[in-house]
């Protein structure tokens, strides 16, 4: 072997996934375990904060173990930590950073913090070797829902967001509604294989002022509107249908304010993250769009779209490569905005 390997492991447990992976060299996932709570959550149609952290605790050294284990590895053969310190649950972030930190500590090995949405764009890079920088990137998930310019690895700029609800929100809300139940995205992607989607014309919201913001909370209205005149006028509801039309109208906005981007933006490249980009008929879309426009497009297999760990170690190999380092004094911050990265940051 001519070149030292960088060897992470990364942790991550910032909503309802313990997760942990090793990494390396910013590519290379030697595992990716993701013990998750959905089951659990389930009972209360959502995430319980309380319970999430709970979890946490149980499962940490568990999945730690057995990724270190599936990478035929020790803590002794690795070389840095990467952890998602924001944004999320305060509770649940705590349990992967105070882990973190201890291990750091303990193995006298870097510790890098890692911002959840940088770790979506960066399940990019895994499956995808062609990929870099520049590009623009449109994250959705059950929190976020930002078009992001990438203009290097670890810099970023946040040129379009959601106003109100999240992409992901909106399907977990909506599914709810039709009862699905948790966790939306999927059953409604399900539900609306064998549906039409025009059966209602669902809108699609513009925002006449930032053409590249979003919003979902009137389209949420409008499907529980929608489902409200249905039971008065005692017509039946056709979960299909309405899942089909919901789907098809969030996908219209995603991919129209996607389009626009790239056009004013003259981007060649376009890669998609976060949960909602798991989404067959979204990806699709994007993929057409993209091809009729020339653009480049990329996005991570399903397992890296939703929460892993290995997306955080592909974010902390950048950061370790740069030189970024946190110190033991590294805490989670539920808020975290993308760009916030220096905020409890050493440079070395
Ligand atoms: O990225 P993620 O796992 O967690 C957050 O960082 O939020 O995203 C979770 C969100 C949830 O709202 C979930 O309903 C949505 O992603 N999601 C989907 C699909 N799979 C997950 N939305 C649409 N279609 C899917 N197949
Ligand atoms: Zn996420």
Redesign the pocket.
Known sequence: MSEHEIKILAIETS?DETAAAVVVNGRDVRSNVISSQIALHTLYGGVVPEIASRKHIEKINQVITQALDEAETTLDGIDAIGVTYGPGLVGALLVGVAEAKAIAYAKKIPLIGVH?IEG?ICANYIENPKLQPPFLCLVV???HTHLVRVADYGSYEIIGRTRDDAA??A??KVARAIGLGY????K??QAARGGNLHAVEFPRAKMGDSPYDFSFSGLKSAVLNYLNGCRMKGQEIVQADIAASFQKAVTDVLIGNAVRALKDYKADTFAIA???A??AAFREGMRKACMDMGVAFYHPSPVFC??NAAMIGVAAYHDYRSGRRDGLDLNAVPNLKLGDRQRNRLLV
């Open positions: 909503c959840h979506h998930s059950g929190g992901g929100e399907f977990d966790p939306g995205g999927p409604i992607e976060g949960g909602v798991s989404n939703t929460d």
